[in-house]
């Protein structure tokens, strides 16, 4: 994976769709790697060779997908007994607007592309001991005609193609990696004042969306609103992760303009990375506008609010939260146990609530 410049689970700042994966026979993935024994995870290198067997050629958004070898998002599941090994690489915010091909891997009919995967640092095996681990790559694939252009996410097929997975033991050294970084000087806030007072306006309303809708809820209960995003859903399990954003008050936590793991590339608006909660600032998150903009200027699902995407970011930071979907019609498609977990549902339903009750 990356690994000359840099090394997360994705999002997409714009509507993803929410129907099933359906299983595609013309997109296969062969994974090979090492022996069956290594024993360091230095040794976790995988080869990923996905090719087209259709009669058409394809193009593919890489992000969060086994074809994603230049940043640190999760592009396998690892598992060991049973039991999902923590993912600790860089959860990204990522703009569908600003998205260029760079983005997209474009397979020809009857071609393969192969990519390389070096993943020591983006789990946590220390956390598990050493033993035999699982290998899956993520194949869910969102994927347009090569010749098509792209207009929105409503654009894409969904398909889940077809691979294997590998086992292999791991003997000894099992110690944690930290994830490479182009920027080895501690940065903590950003030189440029005028970034880190947006950054700074940015925390504040995303604490109070959070606590806005805390006391929505307490007043309101299960109400339509509440049902759209959380189902059936406790309030208790939903107030929870907003009240672990309205009371945050890390002091060692970095909120930084400077892109110090180099994850900042087409269309990318903010990145958390897991390993630290650190969260990074991206050039495109200075274009997005204040709360006060949902009552005139923004919509909530353009989802360009600052509050909203710092606190989408501080969800993972403090409450585990993870990308399943973007996009708020998206959103509330998902499953009551999807929703609950998915930092975008907090993003929607927050701004929602201010529209609702301060416009």
Request: hydrophobic fraction near 40%; charged fraction near 15%.
């Amino acid at each position: 994976m990356f690994f000359s410049s840099l090394v997360t689970t994705l999002c997409l700042a714009g509507a993803v769709l929410a129907t099933p994966y359906k299983r595609f026979d013309g997109l296969t993935v062969e994974l090979s790697g090492p022996a069956k024994s290594v024993d360091s995870i230095d040794n976790l290198k995988f080869t990923a060779t996905v090719k087209n067997t259709g009669a058409e050629s394809v193009k593919i958004l890489k992000y969060a997908t086994i074809l994603d070898d230049k940043l640190p998002t999760r592009s396998f599941t690892v598992k060991k007994d049973g039991a999902t090994v923590p993912f600790t690489g860089i959860k990204l915010s990522v703009s569908l607007n600003e998205l260029d091909d760079t983005a997209f891997t474009v397979i020809p009919a009857g071609e393969a592309v192969t990519v390389q995967h070096d993943i020591a640092s983006l789990f946590d095996f220390a956390s598990m001991g050493t033993g035999t681990f699982s290998f899956e790559p993520i194949t869910n694939f969102k994927v347009l005609g090569a010749a098509d252009d792209f207009k929105g996410v409503e654009s894409f097929s969904k398909i889940q193609a077809t691979a294997n997975a590998m086992t292999v033991e791991v003997t000894k050294d099992i110690a944690k990696r930290e994830l490479p970084q182009l920027n080895k000087r501690a940065v903590d806030i950003c030189t440029t004042s005028s970034k880190k007072s947006f950054i700074d306006a940015s925390y504040t309303e995303g604490k109070a969306l959070a606590s806005g809708a805390i006391s929505y809820i307490n007043s309101n209960g299960a109400n339509a609103l509440y049902q759209a995003y959380w189902g059936a859903t406790s309030t208790s399990r939903v107030t929870s992760v907003l009240s672990a954003v309205a009371n945050e008050n890390s002091s060692s936590r970095t909120l930084s303009c400077v892109d110090s793991y180099g994850a900042c590339s087409n269309g990318v608006i903010a990145y958390t990375v897991i390993s630290t909660t650190n969260i990074y600032y991206c050039s495109i998150f200075f274009n997005e506008v204040p709360s006060t903009s949902l009552c005139s200027g923004t919509s909530v699902a353009s989802r360009n609010v600052r509050g909203g995407t710092t606190l989408h970011e501080l969800t993972h930071a403090v409450a585990g939260t993870d990308d399943v979907t973007y996009g708020c019609a998206a959103d509330q498609a998902l499953s009551d146990s999807q929703a609950v977990i998915n930092a975008d549902n907090y993003n929607c339903f927050t701004t929602q609530v201010y529209a609702d009750t301060r416009c």
